[in-house]
């Protein structure tokens, strides 16, 4: 059973395919702009271009256009493929790659949100979220998890510069990590996460 990981919801543009779950092959690539010109070329890159027949794709919260972008060449390739096209939570595999390094630990995900907001959610040890996640200003981020101690994420040594203490790993979602996300985080449900309320709200 092949499984292709899709990863576009943060300045990472990241693939991976599985078999079972033994990595056959995978690209991560730190963007910043242009997931949809480069996305499809990199899964056409891999063995029999990627085919597969179950589809994980990221969800957010993270970059409203990338993650469009992700869900959207998902959804195409589940079609073409005939394959099961699932989600999965941006800051669930963030922790999950971190759990190589911090696998012991309580980890907060700290990633960088719109506004100069901080999209945050506390894991615990075996990758399972202790809370919701939530979008808050860095200062309220730094009051509301004083308690914590490990932070990763793309913002992480952010977060501990202001906060003035803790250990943080400054990393990317990977797709690599899919295998080490608990299963039951995955989402059926084909919608993206927001990290926050729409700027723009429909007229009454």
Known sequence: MRKLVIETASEACSIALFDGDKLVAADHRVLGRGHAERLIPMVGALPDRGKADEIYVSLGPGSFTGTRIGLAAARALGVAWSARVEGFPT????????????????????????????????????????????????????????????FVGNRAEAFVDLRGSGQALEILPDARAFPVMPAELHIAKLAPIYGRPPDAKAPV
Do not use: C, W, Y
């Not at 911090?102 to 399972?128: I, K, R, S, W």
């Open 91 to 150: 800051l669930a595999i963030v922790a999950a790659a971190a759990r190589e390094k911090h696998e012991e630990n309580d980890l907060l995900v700290v990633m960088a949100g719109g506004h100069g907001e901080f999209f945050v959610q506390p894991f615990d040890a075996t990758g399972l979220p202790r809370a919701d996640h939530a979008s808050l200003k860095p200062e309220a981020a730094v009051e509301r998890f004083a308690d914590e101690q490990v």
